[in-house]
């Protein structure tokens, strides 16, 4: 008899929605990282979107740089381990990694992050690289690690001394770099291929071309990737062999193996030889392949945009952690199940009775138990979610860019917003506080009451720009925050009125309207408040791109997200005064760029922000 127990963890899709099943007990172990840097913080983000993988010296021992942080997996053990901002990461969006011959993993992150490296199960900074933008890692024959940036190639012995070697950079940034040992050094840009010579580079004149695109070095061949093919060059002779049994196309990876070359070319993995081409199975979805390493004898591991693989000629498989954010619902068919989105663009917490968190992404709405943490994902409401609204009675409607707008009821019934056949991309929306909603679409502001639908305020009317944002505190004015200024509609005279001052021609992103408080006004170039026509700016915010904005009335504290990290900001009597700055580099956020705020209440009396970015889903206790 099969071990099976009623969980909902793993839901399956069903009319559109993911619902509970049960599932076998055996799972794969979250063995989880027991060093958190920011224990304030948690990370909740997929991490099947593989950009890079390493391979230990133990076999099977694999370390994935993601868009949601770092996984470690141990598939021949059943094990994991998860890598997330709150582990010491700058952010979760890892873009390289390697292994050097010490058995230290090092990782870079993001534009301008730096080199980090794992030290007792925290993620520490390499400081004599400072915050440079990391393109590529690699080990060389002795184990040293090699570092590739926009700056710069480096040479890495130890994390705690400078590098060893110093090269500049050739011109554009590093695509691929090949490294044997310090002599035998190659490196390849839109320029062409780089050779090391001295303390520079030699750009090698027959390989002057833009299309190369990696490289790998293997006996006395240096193994070229193309956008039309596979080359092969003869260190010895200078010879450039191309096969014709070699597939013809984009080549996107390359790994030596021990009887050849693992190649990634069109979406087909395959080991290339002097004179042949095997393929192995070909994935079942389609996504971009961006590594492979070698395993034992004829295995490869295969790192796409839909997660990790172990192939051979006679299967390929997927690798799971078979839980939620990675795996939400059952494979369908040969497919794995479907990931969170870590692009989180709107956050709402519907009922206080009923915990839970629900979040539009780019790729549609998930919703999140907190108590049970089970994970659903409404699969028929569209895709690009902009906004999630809540009556706190149980209905919450879901503006979607490609679906319009949807209504969800405490049942689960879904009912698609009907009669509004101009109502064509769905950009912001606002509860009325009187009843009803106001909806902003390309054409225009659209009023909700009842079961009407009303376009009240057509985008001619503006003259110029298009509405961004809407907020409503009072009966009798709204808010309406465009491309080219902030203005106030005025509903029983349908009257639009300019505000003037400063902001009448601001990039208004986000409005935030409390009662009996003045309105917050998020912009392209800061952050405002104020009423009628007396506004003013908090200075701490200047050139600042404001994103999202959040109250939380417990400590009576704003919290203002931003292009570049997210602030704390408690009330004075002149103004708003910031008294926290957070950054991927002195917190745990996943990623600096916020796009969505919600706060609820703990368990400890204190208050959760939840924090949206492209790079995950963020909770910060306090």
Not at 35 to 60: C, F, G, K
Not at 198 to 218: N, T
Not at 450 to 465: C, D, F, I, M, R
Request: net charge negative; proline share 6%; glycine share 10%.
């Amino acid at each position: 008899m099969t071990d099976l127990q009623d969980r909902s963890d793993l839901p399956i899709a069903l009319g559109g929605e993911d619902l509970p099943i049960p599932v076998a007990n055996a799972q794969p172990r979250h063995e989880r990282a027991t060093a958190v840097v920011y224990p304030a913080w948690a990370t909740h983000a997929s991490q099947r979107h593989v950009r890079d993988l390493a391979i230990a010296s133990r076999q099977s021992d694999i370390w994935l740089a993601t868009g949601g942080g770092v996984l470690h997996w141990w598939p021949d053990l059943e094990r994991f381990t998860r890598y997330g901002s709150e582990h010491g990461l700058p952010g979760n969006a890892a873009m390289a990694i390697a292994v050097d011959g010490k058995k230290r993993v090092w990782v870079g992150c993001g534009d301008r992050l730096g080199l980090y490296y794992l030290e007792q199960g925290l993620w520490q900074h390499y400081a004599p690289l400072g915050e440079l933008t990391i393109c590529r890692l690699t080990t060389d024959s002795s184990g040293r690690l090699w570092v590739s940036t926009t700056d710069g190639t480096f040479g890495i012995d130890q994390p705690d001394a400078a590098p060893v070697v110093t090269l500049p950079t050739p011109g554009d940034p590093p695509r691929a770099i090949a490294a044997v040992n310090d002599t035998d050094l190659w490196l390849c840009n839109a320029q062409g291929i780089h050779r090391r010579n001295g303390e520079g580079w030699v750009r090698q004149s027959e390989y002057v071309r833009p299309e190369i695109l990696k490289l790998a070095r293997q006996g006395q061949y240096l193994w070229v990737a193309t956008f039309y093919g596979l080359e092969r060059v003869d260190l010895d002779t200078g010879e450039v062999y191309r096969s014709e049994q070699w597939p013809a196309g984009e080549v996107t990876a390359l790994a030596p193996a021990a009887n050849g070359l693992w190649m990634a070319c069109r979406g087909q993995v395959g080991l290339a030889t002097e004179n042949d081409w095997r393929p192995l199975k070909k994935l079942s979805v389609e996504a971009p392949i961006v590594a492979l390493g070698a395993g034992s004898e004829d295995e490869v591991w295969i790192g796409s945009h839909s997660g990790l693989w172990r192939g051979d000629f006679s299967d390929i498989q997927f690798q799971s952690s078979q839980s939620p954010p990675d795996d939400i619902g059952l494979p369908v068919g040969s497919k794995p199940p479907a990931t969170f989105s870590n692009m989180v663009q709107a956050l709402a917490i519907p009922q206080q009775n009923r915990p839970e968190l629900w979040m539009g992404t780019a790729q549609g709405l998930f919703r999140w138990n907190l108590v049970t943490d089970v994970w659903r994902r409404q699969g028929q409401l569209g895709q690009d979610i902009r906004a999630v609204v809540t009556d706190g009675q149980g209905e919450t409607w879901i503006a979607s860019w490609t679906e319009g707008l949807s209504c969800l009821t405490a049942e689960g019934v879904v009912d698609s917003a009907p009669k509004l056949p101009d109502l064509d991309l769905v950009l912001a929306m606002a509860p009325n506080p009187g009843g009803g909603y106001w909806v902003v679409g390309m054409n225009g502001l659209y009023q909700h009451q009842g079961q009407e639908w009303k376009l009240v305020l057509p985008a001619q009317a503006l003259k110029t720009g298009w509405i961004q944002a809407i907020a409503q505190a009072e009966s009798d004015h709204v808010w309406v925050g465009t491309s080219a200024g902030l203005f106030r509609y005025l509903p029983s005279r349908n009257d639009l009125q300019p505000v003037p001052g400063d902001i009448s021609s601001a990039d208004i992103r986000t409005l935030l309207a409390l009662p009996k408080r003045p309105l917050l006004v998020g912009t392209q170039r800061g952050l405002y408040w104020g009423k009628a026509k007396r506004w003013q700016q908090v200075e701490d915010l200047a050139r600042r791109a404001i994103t999202a904005l959040g109250w939380d009335p417990q400590t009576k504290r704003l919290w203002v997200g931003t292009d570049l990290g997210l602030y704390r900001l408690k009330p004075t009597q002149q103004t708003w005064e910031v008294v926290d700055e957070f950054t991927v580099q002195t917190s745990g956020l996943a990623g600096n760029h916020i796009l969505a705020l919600t706060l609820s209440p703990n368990s400890n009396g204190g208050s959760n922000l939840w924090i949206g970015t492209p790079c995950g889903l963020n909770c910060f206790s306090y």
